[in-house]
Every structure is written in structure tokens, then in C-alpha cells.
């Protein structure tokens, strides 16, 4: 399986559609600030040659990100479109911005029953970013592992033949209920797989990946308010994660 090329508008730096109201939905940005190397070797994976560049402190929905794929016992890591692309879709813009897929649905929803049985990936990230209000005001958190390891999503992903012959490979972050503390910034959270469980979602090991869409345990994750910058998703750089001080 090879891989196609990320978007157009994925890589031409605009605003996504929608932006107003992206940073409402679960997940809805995140950052991956590890190396290329270390990923491939985290997953035990051959890497593109057009991965996408890191670090990266606020990635959007349209934007490419890296994901793991096994295709005949070989995982592989390379560049997708973050928003899932159906078939029937005749542009990007065909329909709904498809950037996460219900735990609880995903099975019967049309654009995503099929690739939730086959078609599967991993999506690595640092931490991914939630809001709060007071007032007026949009406060952003930042939310990693309490561990400090890797965060790796559950996706599930889609090729999509566009115009001209162009193939995108798309994908989504499957996201479930928020247990704990985090239904205090979020009643969603993206599903977060332990690496034991890589190869049952990547369908490695058989059949029952159903089982794998809980969210991590209180506790388990930690979050910190960072600075109002990451509210534009123009924004980049290392002090988009760093921790501010609250009152």
C-alpha cells in the first residue's frame, strides 16, 4: 500500500473550514513535538519519505499528520489529511468536516462503519489542547500523559480519489466520554491506546478492537493552562505548550 499525498488544502498553510467553530469539538488540536525517528522507532514502523514536519506546536483539522498503518504484517508511518474523506465526497468541502468519529457510533455511521472494521491507524501526538470560558474569554489547556509517554490516538482512515487523479489518505480521531477531571474541560476526550494494544487496532491480533474505545483512567491524564496564542490557529511554536500561571 502506498501512500498518497496529503491534501492540497491541507498544505497550503490556509484557514480550514470552519475554524470558527473547530476549537468547540473534540479533539480538535494537538501537537506533536517528537522526532521522526523516534516515532518509526516506536512503532516499529518504515517511515515515508514525505512525512510531515515536526516539531509542531498546534496542528488543525485539514492539516497532514503522521500515522501508522499495518498492511500484511508491515507497519508503515506516513502523511495523512486530518479529516476524514468518504467516497461519495466529490471535494473536501463535499460535506461535514469529518475530523473526529464517535466511539459509541462509529460502527453504524456511514463514513466510518467500513474503515472502523478495516482500515485502522495510529496517530502520535505530544498532548492536544481543550477549552474552557470565563466570561468572553476562551482559556486553552494543555493536556499530555501524566506518564510523559507518547499520547497515541485510535484513528480510522479513508483513501480518496479526487479530481485529476489525485489519492488523499484521510483519517479521524475516534473520541469517547470524558471520565474524571476531564469532563471539568470537556465532556470528549480522544481514545488513547497503551502500546499493548497497537496490534489489536491495527488488526494485528485478531478480532475485538470494540473493546479498545474507553478513555484512560482519572488520573491518568494532566492538564495545564497555557497561554491565549494557541487561540489562532495561525500560531506556532514551543510557548503555545508551555504553562502559564492562573489566578
Request: proline fraction near 11%; charged fraction near 25%.
Amino acid at each position: 500500500m502506498g501512500w498518497p499525498d496529503p491534501s492540497p488544502i491541507a498544505s497550503r498553510g490556509i484557514d480550514p473550514p470552519g475554524a470558527a467553530w473547530i476549537n468547540r469539538r473534540m479533539c480538535g488540536r494537538f501537537a506533536i513535538t517528537l522526532p521522526d525517528d523516534a516515532m518509526v522507532n516506536l512503532f516499529d514502523a518504515a517511515p515515508a519519505n514525505d512525512l510531515p514536519p515536526v516539531p509542531r506546536f498546534n496542528i488543525c483539522p485539514t492539516q497532514p499528520v503522521a500515522a501508522v498503518v499495518s498492511h500484511d504484517g508491515l507497519r508503515r508511518y506516513g502523511p495523512m489529511r486530518w479529516g476524514f474523506l468518504p467516497r461519495w465526497y466529490k471535494t473536501p468541502t463535499d460535506g461535514p468536516l469529518l475530523f473526529n468519529a464517535r466511539a459509541e457510533t462509529i460502527a453504524q455511521k456511514p463514513a466510518f462503519s467500513d474503515a472502523a472494521r478495516r482500515r485502522r491507524c495510529l496517530i502520535p501526538a505530544t498532548g492536544f489542547y481543550e477549552w474552557t470560558k470565563e466570561g468572553d474569554d476562551r482559556l486553552p489547556w494543555f493536556i499530555t500523559r501524566s506518564d510523559g509517554a507518547p499520547m497515541v490516538f485510535a484513528g480510522v482512515w479513508q483513501a480518496w480519489n479526487g479530481p485529476e487523479g489525485s489519492r488523499v489518505a484521510s483519517a479521524a480521531i475516534v473520541t469517547t466520554a470524558a471520565v474524571g477531571g476531564m469532563k471539568d474541560l470537556h465532556d470528549r476526550v480522544p481514545v488513547i491506546l497503551e502500546p499493548e494494544d497497537w496490534p489489536l487496532w491495527l488488526g494485528e491480533a485478531g478480532h475485538g478492537a470494540a473493546r479498545l474505545m474507553a478513555p484512560m483512567k482519572d488520573g491518568d491524564l494532566s492538564f495545564k493552562r497555557v497561554s491565549t496564542k494557541v487561540n489562532s490557529n495561525r500560531s506556532e511554536g514551543p510557548e503555545l505548550i508551555e504553562p502559564i500561571e492562573v489566578d
